[in-house]
């Protein structure tokens, strides 16, 4: 953010982004589950990784709490399980992302970004379902995950270089560059 | 494509060959499957015991998680969750892998050798 204040512009942009990734976060819950614990497609993370690159770091955090605490009142409701993983998952993927962005910008591709992305979502929610079990053999399932990850990380890192090249011909939205 | 991609692409690539190292030569017959439910051990079986079809029921938080134990694998066939994604994960052969019942808090795993729990830990 530019400024100190929150401007009304920004605020709009921001809701706009929330409400697109917790939409994208809800029909994620309405497919069928894939059977491993915590793999999910992450259409979310699209919304995520777009603002990241394109607006900036703080907006992104508030985009992927906001979908996190909205897609779940939606869904599964605020203290479930599935709350949780999302929450963490997207935290953890978030600051990955946005530490490769601001860092190695020039070293790493949009569609590698989103694969760490991806797999740290995955990681963090394995995390959190080996403390909810109390169980740490729940990390062998993380090979499995990856399968899942790596494709859908691609997918999502394609999605949002599309994206971000779209919208940065919209004047006002690419306040990045 | 980038340098960094690269360096992604060849962690990944690693991984991947861990994992199918882990899931494809790490079989063993001289297993013990084991039941949890929130962290505690409830039960536990022998992996291998030929003809053996035997179903039983794993008390859960949410509700019973009934388990079908066979002759070196072992599967959940029904479940008190939402989302039966232990179901869904199908058999359990060896000690790769796990079934992980979230809302019901039970965890199935197979460890390599007869009962050393707490030596794992």
């Not at chain 1, 409400?19 to 995520?48: D, K, V």
């Not at chain 1, 979908?67 to 939606?74: E, K, Q, Y």
């Not at chain 1, 949780?84 to 020039?106: D, E, Q, Y």
């Not at chain 2, 808090?105 to 030596?119: S, T």
Request: charged content about 15%.
């Amino acid at each position: 953010m530019k400024d100190k204040a929150v401007t009304a512009r920004q605020l709009v942009l921001i809701s706009l982004l929330v409400t697109m990734a917790s939409i994208l976060h809800i029909i994620e819950g309405l497919l069928p589950a894939i059977p491993i614990p915590g793999a999910r497609l992450g259409l979310a993370n699209i919304i995520t990784l777009t603002t990241i690159v394109s607006i900036g770091y703080g907006e992104g955090l508030a985009v992927t709490i906001g979908r996190s605490v909205l897609g779940s009142l939606f869904g599964p409701g605020i203290i479930s399980i599935g709350f949780a993983m999302s929450l963490v998952g997207g935290l953890l993927s978030w600051a990955i992302m946005s530490f490769a962005h601001k860092f190695c910008k020039i070293f790493f591709s949009i569609i590698s970004i989103s694969l760490m992305g991806s797999i740290s979502h995955n990681f963090a929610q394995l995390v959190v379902a080996s403390f909810l079990v109390e169980e740490i053999a729940i990390f062998k399932l993380f090979p499995m995950l990856m399968i899942f990850a790596v494709p859908t990380g691609i997918m999502v890192g394609l999605v949002s270089r599309y994206l971000i090249q779209a919208l940065g011909k919209i004047p006002h939205f690419n306040s990045r560059s | 494509m980038k340098r960094g991609d690269i360096i992604v692409l060849i962690v990944l690539l690693v991984i991947l060959l861990a994992g199918v190292y882990f899931y494809f030569f790490h079989q063993n017959s001289q297993g013990t499957i084991v039941i949890q439910v929130d962290g505690k051990t409830t039960s536990s079986f022998p992996l291998c015991q030929e003809g053996r079809d035997e179903v039983i029921d794993v008390h859960g938080i949410n509700g019973i998680t009934t388990v079908l134990l066979q002759d070196g694998k072992v599967r959940v066939i029904e479940s008190a969750c939402p989302d039966k994604i232990c179901v869904g994960s199908g058999w359990l052969r060896s000690s790769a892998g796990a079934i992980v019942c979230l809302p019901n808090r039970v965890v199935i795993k197979i460890l390599d050798y007869e009962d050393k729990d707490i030596d794992l830990r």
